[in-house]
């Protein structure tokens, strides 16, 4: 090129817009919710910072960006203005986020500190001290580089002059421009020298050099004899000098005196129209790579890997205490494995140090992403041994990312107070395959179940306050009370107006109602010997399973028999497990029905006008919680339904969304509560139909000495010695125990999934036995069957597990629910109990039929079945192990959870409130008050 040739940022920039535009609109095929959004900040009105924002707003909008200007009166406070940026952090459709300077406040205001209020992530003119020091230290490519030496470094490279090992001088050190602009040019292999005023020789210098950017605000301070015989010349500065040759009176001059300059450089920008226009466009450029990185679109979601999430592992035998395991590992800070595991700042709240709730908005922001396999881990009929679900769950997850480096989740239930303090003990796994810490799982966690311990009980007062008002006051009262005169004006609430909606009343003025009208609204006339909704607590209190109420005097006598369940038993903890968002489980609440009026009509919350109420109290348990496996791998843990009367899993939302954050290539494990028959046919038939999603992998847990139970070995009480045979090699025993887990891998094949049976071993197994059990298995149609240590030693006791899970995952898919849901309520659990539990039919006492015939002409007929039966045999006779057949299953009665969406049939007697064994395992637990260290969870 000529001596002195233009670098014009006015044809550069438009170059880039158009390359800009092709790659948004790519982006946007790739996620149709893919949206920029940027955001510019002004204080004031300054003509030329109105000019500057209307010019980013226009090319934003080009570009098909969010474009919002904010704009706040000079006689704002810093204050306000931090709280506006503070918003604009917590938006997750905005990605970038400008404060225009100079703030023009009439107020003192510390403009770094708005500046650097802005998260970091959403920083895209690059001064946030996180991404001033990625760039000083040469990450390049996770930060934000300040939008005009950005575009300089284009401008130069557009030239076709190499950087590499030419020498380059900056002048002026500001934050914006000098200081970033010296980092990136020596980042791109410039030997450079940063200058200022205060710099000796500044002449010398340039002389020197073969590149020469200028940031110092002096006009035409730089002149000709300074350049090097050509040399690149880049001009950031604007001043306006007295012209009276124009119509303003001035013109625009840069910090370069340009016709002394342009004679000795072979490149060089003009003001105006050099650097200015390519800040626009490298501002916009910064826009769109962060809302990329928003919506995880800038790699391909198959290749996305997280970072190292690994914690190495100091493995000891014997196996110490769990809770020793626990406290010997020290958890990665939950924010850190956050990050590691792409989840943005916006999108979790730190529950101290080691958990965190994650938000839903997860899910939208990977809408576009591939989903992961999904595997299901269950198991065969319990025993009080224990066959380890939960424990290889956790060693599967770590075996698959610690040790065959795939990104993978865990996602368990959340363990009950009573489990924690009565017969069981905690629930987080076990050995060195657990979630720590430990005592944070098992207690308290984020007090989810709490809430729905105050939102359950909330709904039971309002029942009985309810039924008491309409029993003490007359028509016209009650109707007053209910609909009362606020400031000279009556009006229905929300509740009230759909009450009237269900009711066919359309009249909206509480005054227009006639008095039939009002009378059916205001009296619910509840049933008291139909009420089915309980108090809750969470506790295993057996004293509390029948219990009367109304004995106070104000009750005036009017008592009732009720009972308390645990609080994993209420319906709204089903509810919370199936829900997809805050608004699905507010509709769902809205649809519970707590018992019938006198007339046999249903009554629901949402007639008690207590929905609301009882949604901001659970608002917040919606987001499944963040936690971590002694190994370091990602662990959601939400929800704890019963695996008797509801359905046993944990949530639908934790599964979507680790789905999504696992990528292609990744894993979700989740469990099932109890055996097969019961936590995974209703994670099928219940929890899948519900989400949509379709699991890869069943694997189901099985121990040596839990098959010698089932095949006739004795009766064993938790914390008594086990009989001899236990602890001596018994293959007979073994293969006629076998008969269980035989009857398990028939219930998965019936779904069209393949399973993997993971052989949970213990120091009295003998290979002869585990070789049995894995011959047998792969004859009844497992897929595979593997000899597990992950107890003893973690992920790497379970990676042969984590093979052979990979290799199931990618045969075909034939998933396939159990039954049709537009069958009849009768043939549906017919169906289960013989083709599940081996039954030869089903008998319905007179009220269960009954009852399915009510909820078929209420319409409830095509709700899935959720039976409530024993887990401890694949009967309805907790006493009848192995695989028993020819039975009759008796139906006792049924009830609805019509909010969880699903109908519950009784088969015999279930307690839906354990209770405390004489030494329950609170007796173990202590506490030392001076260091909080808590010991004897286990």
């Known amino acids: 090129m000529s001596v002195g040739a233009v670098l014009s940022g006015t044809k550069l920039a438009k170059s880039l817009k158009e390359a800009l535009l092709v790659e948004v609109d790519a982006a946007r095929r790739a996620n149709t919710a893919f949206k920029p959004g940027l955001a510019v900040v002004q204080i004031g009105d300054r003509s030329d910072s109105n000019v500057y924002v209307g010019h980013k707003m226009k090319v934003a909008n080009e570009l098909g960006f969010k474009a919002e200007h904010v704009k706040l009166a000079a006689s704002c406070t810093e204050s306000e203005i931090l709280a506006t940026i503070e918003k604009l952090n917590e938006d997750n459709s905005i990605h970038g986020i400008i404060v225009q300077l100079p703030l023009d406040c009439l107020n003192h205001v510390d403009s770094l500190k708005c500046t650097t209020h802005v998260d970091a992530a959403k920083d895209v003119d690059g001064l946030h001290p996180l991404n001033a020091g990625k760039l000083a230290q040469g990450d390049l490519s996770s930060s934000f580089i300040p939008c005009t030496p950005q575009g300089c470094l284009e401008l130069i490279k557009s030239s076709g002059i190499s950087i590499s090992g030419k020498s380059a001088c900056v002048i002026g050190r500001s934050k914006i421009v000098g200081s970033p602009m010296a980092d990136l040019l020596k980042w791109n292999h410039a030997t450079v020298t940063m200058c200022h005023s205060k710099t000796q020789d500044l002449d010398k210098i340039v002389k020197q050099s073969d590149i020469v950017v200028i940031a110092i605000g002096s006009p035409q301070m730089l002149k000709g004899e300074w350049i090097k015989e050509g040399a690149v010349v880049i001009d950031c500065g604007i001043n306006s000098v007295p012209d009276s040759t124009t119509v303003k009176g001035y013109r625009l001059v840069g910090d370069v005196d340009y016709e002394s300059c342009a004679e000795k450089a072979s490149f060089i920008t003009p003001v105006p129209g050099g650097v200015g226009p390519m800040t626009v466009v490298m501002l916009m450029r910064n826009t769109f790579e962060s809302a990329k990185r928003f919506y995880n679109i800038s790699t391909s979601a198959s290749m996305r890997s997280w970072k190292e999430t690994s914690i190495p592992v100091e493995v000891k035998t014997p196996v110490p205490s769990d809770i020793q395991v626990s406290r010997s590992q020290t958890p990665k800070p939950i924010a850190r494995l956050a990050e590691d595991i792409g989840l943005l700042p916006s999108e979790y709240s730190l529950y101290g140090k080691y958990k965190a709730k994650v938000s839903l908005d997860v899910e939208k922001r990977l809408a576009a992403s591939v989903s992961g396999s999904y595997v299901v881990v269950t198991g065969i009929t319990p025993t009080p041994l224990g066959e380890g679900k939960s424990t290889t769950s956790i060693g599967l997850a770590q075996g698959l990312c610690a040790h065959l480096g795939r990104n993978t989740f865990a996602c368990l239930r959340q363990p009950s107070q009573g489990v924690t303090f009565g017969i069981k003990g905690g629930a987080a796994g076990g050995g060195y395959s657990q979630v720590i810490p430990m005592e944070e799982f098992n207690l308290h966690l984020t007090g989810d179940i709490h809430a729905i311990t105050a939102a359950n009980n909330l709904l039971a007062a309002a029942i009985d306050a309810r039924m008491l008002h309409e029993r003490n006051q007359a028509d016209n009262a009650l109707y007053g009370r209910l609909v009362p005169e606020i400031k000279g004006q009556k009006k229905f609430s929300k509740s009230q107006l759909r009450r009237l909606k269900r009711l066919e009343i359309s009249k909206t003025n509480p005054a227009e109602l006639t008095d039939e009208e009002r009378v059916k609204f205001s009296r619910l006339n509840i049933d008291p010997d139909t009420i089915t909704w309980q108090r809750v607590v969470d506790t295993n209190d057996r004293h509390l399973r029948k219990i009367t109420i109304g004995q106070g005097d104000l009750e005036n006598g009017h008592t009732r028999t009720t009972q308390y369940d645990i609080a994993v038993a209420s319906e709204l903890m089903a509810i919370l497990a199936l829900s997809s968002d805050l608004e699905d489980m507010q509709q769902r609440i809205g649809r519970i029905v707590i018992g019938q009026d006198t007339e046999g009509g249903p009554v629901s919350a949402d007639d008690l006008g207590v929905v609301d109420a009882l949604t901001v109290l659970m608002k917040d348990t919606v987001q499944p919680t963040l936690m971590q496996t002694v190994e370091g791998s990602p662990v959601f843990v939400h929800a704890g339904p019963f695996a008797n009367i509801a359905h046993g899993n944990s949530s639908v939302v934790a599964d979507r969304i680790a789905l999504k954050l696992v990528g292609a290539d990744g894993f979700v494990v989740t469990e099932a509560g109890f055996g097969a028959d019961i936590g995974m046919e209703k994670f099928f038939n219940i929890k899948c139909r519900n989400s949509g999603l379709q699991p890869n992998v069943v694997v189901i847990v099985a121990s040596v000495r839990a098959l010698k139970m089932h095949g006739g070995a004795p009766k064993v009480t938790p914390g008594q010695n086990l009989p001899s045979v236990y602890n001596e090699q018994s293959l007979e025993m073994v293969e006629k125990g076998f008969s269980n887990l035989a009857k398990q891998i028939q219930n998965a094949s019936y779904f069209g999934v393949p399973v993997v049976v993971a052989i949970n071993t213990f120091a009295s197994d003998t290979m002869e036995e585990l070789e049995l059990i894995q011959r047998l298995s792969r004859s009844a149609g497992a897929f595979d069957a593997v000899i597990c240590e992950h107890f ?114 009784l088969v015999g007697s279930i307690a839906t409130m354990p209770g405390l064994p004489t030494r329950p395992c609170f007796v173990d637990i202590e506490i030392d008050p001076k260091t909080q260290v808590i010991d004897g969870l286990f």
Do not use: W
């Open 792 to 905: 003893s030693k973690g992920g790497l006791g379970a990676v042969q597990l984590g093979e052979a899970v990979i290799k199931a995952s990618k045969l075909p898919s034939s998933f396939k629910f159990l039954y049709d849901i537009k069958t009849p309520l009768v043939d549906k659990i017919r169906i289960i109990a013989q083709k599940i539990y081996g039954a030869t039919d089903i008998s319905l006492t007179e009220q269960a039929e009954k009852v399915a015939q009510k909820y078929e002409s209420m319409g409830l007929g095509n709700l899935p079945i959720c039976m409530a039966k024993t887990h401890l045999s694949l009967s309805h006779n907790p006493d009848l192990k192995g695989a028993p057949t020819d039975f009759i299953l008796p139906i006792r009665d049924m009830r609805a959870s019509v909010g969880a969406g699903f109908i519950y049939p």
